[in-house]
């Protein structure tokens, strides 16, 4: 395999592609995405540069939640291909030097899953301790209502718990009703998991994106939540035991990667899933969901690097498989585009793992979706459409993704927003973010210690990152007025995202409103002045 080793983890300045399988190449004509089509774009995805692939779940599943209810955690779903096409794309990624993460889902099962079935039959089965079972205040029955007062993910504001008649009790389900909750008081279901991640890494991926991880941990008591007080059916301290365990699974095989999906909107409550023992990565959902504003970030970021003084640890992202399309969410005035620019050049800068969502090189949009087509009930389509590789004037309508009819519509921006268009014109988006992740993997690999992120002129975030030789600025007018930002005597352009400059100083940069550009400062040249 094609992968260099370093004494840095490969994953500190990497960035990692998602892709959401589903939408992002059909093989086979059934307008569903598949293993096998990811495989015949893997080039993209050299070209592009990136270090690694994060696939949202490919295993056996109902799809009630499209991939995240599973049925069996160590098989392929047919519709994705099979378990050859998953051992095909690990040796594909390899031989391009692409790692390769997959989504496990660790917290709950599908409710086809057999031990949910098994689960079900009747209060003695030797399954029914995998799920969370109660009584209601009439036992039994379900006229008194569930046992807590807890609510599902989604649909926001349904109950976390479903009556049922099989069994005549009520089982807990953070999230759909055909998403039981596993029950993690039980030691055997940590066992059963810890095999099912075993089952993968020794398949060869190179690390595990974990679902819904903040939910692994609730009160074991099951009390009620209580206004002003934190959740009690997520991020308890009895899921740090249980990380400790996963991870030392994972440090069984060297240079695995865990990252988690730590849905929690206070970036102190990442800390303690950072310990050294616990995830290697945490998402930050606060990064994510900033607004593309200078001052705001510039304080996420400095707080993030107080609180966790290892920068390597960090997780940036703006979007993936349920967020909005960066180009939509900043596009309040119509200039979505040139914010998502924006902020791909900061998540080039920073310090850390960068995450990239599939489409985002393209700058897509959302694409609206007719009433007739939605098929997730809690608004996600319009992100999950699928990828346009080719302009549907010369590939058809279903834009190089499919030769059938896609599951979800193609973006209609797909004729000037598609991979083959942007892969030929010098000024698409996709050419920048190429060069972005280029300058990322070639200088800023180097840098040491943590990224400085302040606000020298108003509405111009600037990151700063040291090397030994010098220094690296990246500076962002989030404003939409020109504003003219001293850089250091010497500094030269390394990239901007106005295709027509081309320098900066001597000891300033004249930002054009939503401009950003990434200056180089080597000490050595200025000494030679
Ligand atoms: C988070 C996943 O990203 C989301 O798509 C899914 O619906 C929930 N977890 C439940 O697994």
């Not at 392929?76 to 390899?94: Q, S, Y």
């Not at 400095?302 to 960066?326: I, K, Q």
Request: include cysteine; glycine fraction near 10%; hydrophobic fraction near 35%.
């Amino acid at each position: 395999m094609s992968i260099s080793t370093s004494s840095r983890n490969w994953w500190e300045q990497a960035v990692v592609y998602q892709i959401y399988p589903r939408s992002f190449a059909d093989s086979d004509g059934d307008g569903v995405g598949d293993l096998r089509g990811v495989v015949s774009r893997l080039d993209h995805l050299s070209r592009l540069g990136v270090d690694a692939i994060w696939l949202s779940p490919i295993f056996e599943s109902p799809m009630a939640d499209f991939g995240y209810d599973i049925s069996d955690h160590c098989r392929v779903d047919p519709l994705f291909g099979g378990d050859d096409d998953a051992r095909l794309l690990i040796e594909e990624a390899h031989r391009r030097g692409i790692r390769v993460l997959f989504d496990l889902v660790l917290g709950h099962t599908s409710d086809r899953h057999r031990w949910f079935q098994a689960s079900r039959q009747d209060r003695t089965n030797p399954y029914r301790d995998f799920y969370v079972w109660r009584d209601g205040p009439t036992p039994g029955r379900a006229d008194g209502g569930p046992p807590n007062n807890w609510e599902a993910g989604f649909p926001a504001g349904a109950r976390a718990w479903t009556f049922d008649d099989l069994s005549g009790q009520w089982y807990l389900h953070s999230h759909l009703p055909q998403q039981p909750d596993l029950n993690w008081e039980n030691p055997i279901v940590a066992d059963e998991q810890e095999r099912v991640l075993r089952f993968w890494l020794d398949a060869g991926i190179d690390g595990v994106r974990l679902d819904s991880i903040n939910r692994l941990g609730k009160d074991p008591l099951l009390r009620d939540n209580a206004p002003g007080l934190p959740l009690r059916q997520q991020d308890w301290p009895n899921l740090h035991e249980r990380l400790v365990r996963v991870r030392s699974v994972l440090d069984k095989y060297p240079g695995t990667l865990a990252v988690g999906e730590v849905w929690l909107f206070d970036q102190q409550l990442l800390v303690p899933y950072l310990s050294d023992d616990e995830l290697h990565l945490a998402h930050n959902f606060v990064f994510a969901r900033a607004d593309a504003d200078a001052t705001g970030l510039a304080a996420i970021l400095s707080e993030f690097g107080d609180l966790v003084p290892d920068p390597g640890r960090a997780a940036w992202f703006v979007s993936n498989h349920d967020e909005p399309r960066p180009r939509s969410r900043f596009d309040r005035d119509g200039y979505g585009l040139q914010r998502a620019e924006l902020i791909a050049m900061l998540l080039a800068s920073l310090r850390g793992t960068t995450f990239l969502y599939q489409g985002e090189e393209l700058g897509l949009a959302d694409t609206p979706i007719p009433p007739d087509r939605v098929v997730d009930l809690n608004g996600r389509d319009p992100q999950r459409t699928p990828m346009p590789w080719r302009a549907p004037s010369v590939s058809g309508p279903g834009a190089g993704f499919t030769t059938g009819r896609p599951w979800l519509p193609i973006t209609p921006d797909a004729e000037a927003m598609n991979v083959e268009s942007q892969r030929t014109d010098a000024r698409s988006t996709l050419n920048l973010y190429r060069r972005l992740i280029g300058i990322r993997r070639d200088r800023l690999r180097a840098v040491t210690g943590r990224h400085l992120a302040d606000v020298p002129v108003e509405g111009v975030l600037r990151v700063v990152n040291q090397v030994p030789a010098g220094r690296y600025e990246t500076l962002l007018n989030f404003g939409v007025e020109g504003a003219v930002v001293p850089i250091p005597d010497g500094a030269r352009l390394l990239i901007g995202t106005d295709r027509d400059r081309r320098d900066v100083g001597p000891g300033r940069v004249e930002l054009g409103g939503l401009e950003g550009v990434m200056v180089e400062h080597r000490y050595s040249e200025v000494h030679e002045r």
